[in-house]
């Protein structure tokens, strides 16, 4: 009869089931290991480190590029020819990687922390190798198409350098457990058979030491406006209305500049373009499209430039709507029924129509102007040389205040103005330009740095940066003392009553000191465990194989005792004695028998 009865119980570790099985699809008992990691498995291990750090980083690089969301979505519309949301694709193709490599990261220490192989499915491996492909391509596309993001990131550092040193810090801190318990392995290193295993454990812990170090002292390196003493900080920065209040309302419109009065904002911005009649309107793009219904009004001109409608065929296009089926920015998304139905009743403005707005809310008005620059799309325009004048004198005309107008084009048209002149001119000096009478400059944010901002404050220039629409960033020109920013968000802006952040500098130095030395001490305590706790499991170890061997050597005697006495007085009892001495023999023996 045959005994169906379980030889032997084991005990179910589901966690454990888990751990092994979502990183190397190890869901069996017989499947896990607790052999040292093989040379492929510390190389795919290492391969997930480098590809984590990349992946981190592309993910700082989209967060901090919000504040070009507009810009990145109307390159966009400019290749395509309709409206995607290429940031937020974007964004959220990087963290949906994000939290997978996270996963994997999780998985591995998890490994490491139970003392598991170190091993990484082959589907997790081609999943990384593609990842890191798509990355790459993406960084070199971006770097192609959008140079100005690198300057971002670098201009970024001097408002998240504090911060990312004490995440660097806390994160390095939180893996010493695991690094510790990994290096102080003995078996860390009985793979590596041509390297002795001190060598590799001295290695490792040489490099981690030299990054701890490290981390310890860049701060050393950080320089930031906004580390100075309280009463160094400026005084808040004005707003520039960038098409209006556009993050709120539909751009160019007269609803948009109406409603960006509402903020106190310093300057109107705009784009003005002279019609095929010669009337200065507002528009921003070389045509009607992405803006307008002109495909349903004059589909047969949708692809024509602007400048070649005449005013009363302008007119007649719905400017708003646009901004309720595809709203440009999150605040968009959340309008009111009387909002959205104020919308739909815009239409393109004159020019006219801003600057009765302005005078009603006694701002200043900036603007480019587009026939002028974009002389290509409006070649053989019958008012191509004098749209120039033509704005003028529809300026000087209307009565608004000369001094009221932010004149970009003092360098650029010969016509005399009584305008507020603003340069772009970066070669200039700050003498050059007072002395030719500018007071004001208007760059772009990658354009110009930190010392060159303080050079235009020491000379009583003031500074207006373009586009600013992300907190940090206008937080960063505000403790540099910007005069104004130029931003889609003025509603936002309005309510920010101070930087998002700012130290004095015995401030930093606390903070600095306080992190340091709150580290040092937990991975010390840290160190000093993982080399205990190491210690009494190889202590365990020795005594359980001591007492191993002398029970067996003592059960051996006896069985051995019970044979020769058996012996002496006859009867079965010595087969049943050899029986019990040969189960009770030690398995190296038995191991060594060959069948």
Known sequence: ?????????????????????????RWHRFQKSTEPATLCD?????????????????????????NSLADLNWYAYKQLGHPLALYTIMLSLTCVAVAYIILLDVLALCHIAVGQQLYIHWLHRIV????LVLCTASVILVDFVWKEGWQLQRISLMITAPFLHVSAVVVMTFLTWFIAGWVLDRNFAKCH?????????????????????????????IRSPCISPRENLPTKPLVT??????????????????????????????????????????????????????????????????????????????????FIESPPFPESSSLSDGEKSLFRNQSIPLLLELLHVASQANTSVMFDIKTYDDRQHCKDHPHLTNSGKIIVDTIVNSGFPNEKIWWLYHDKLNISTNFTKVSNDKTASPQELL????????????SIFWDEISAYNEQNISVNMYVVDSPWLFSLYWCMGVYSVTTNRCSSFYNIGSPVWHLTPEGFLALWLTTDVLSIAI????????????????????????????????????????????GEHGGSEPDIALSEVEDHAPESSSSNQKY
């Open 128 to 131: 990384l190798v593609i990842v």
């Open 1 to 25: 009869m045959v005994d169906h009865s379980r030889l032997q119980n084991y005990e179910k570790k589901y966690a454990l089931g888990c751990v092994t099985g979502c990183l190397g699809c």
């Open 241 to 322: 209305a960038h098409k209006g209040a556009s993050a709120i309302s539909p751009e160019n419109t007269v609803a948009a500049f109406e409603y960006a009065t509402n903020y106190d904002v310093l300057v109107l911005e705009s784009d003005v373009s002279v019609s095929f009649d010669g009337v200065p309107f507002i528009l921003h793009d070389d045509n009607l499209r992405r803006t307008t219904d002109v495909d349903k009004v004059f589909p047969g001109m949708k692809q024509t430039a602007a400048c070649w409608f005449n005013m009363s065929q302008l007119k007649q296009l719905d400017a708003g709507s646009w």
């Open 193 to 221: 058979s041509h390297v002795s295993q001190v060598s590799v454990q001295m290695m490792c812990f040489g490099i981690y030491v030299v990054i701890m170090i490290g981390l310890y002292i860049c701060p050393i390196f």
């Open 523 to 566: 991975v010390l305590i840290l160190w000093i465990t993982q080399k205990h706790r190491r210690n009494r499991m190889i202590y365990k170890m020795e005594s359980v194989s001591i007492d191993s061997n002398v029970g067996v050597f003592q059960s051996s005697q006896t069985m051995k005792e019970k044979l020769l006495f058996c």
């Open 435 to 446: 002395s030719a009478g500018i007071s004001i400059v208007n760059f772009g944010y990658s």
């Open 42 to 66: 510390l190389f795919w291990f290492w391969f997930l480190v480098v590809v984590t750090g990349f992946i981190l980083f592309w993910f700082y690089y989209w967060i901090l590029s919000s």
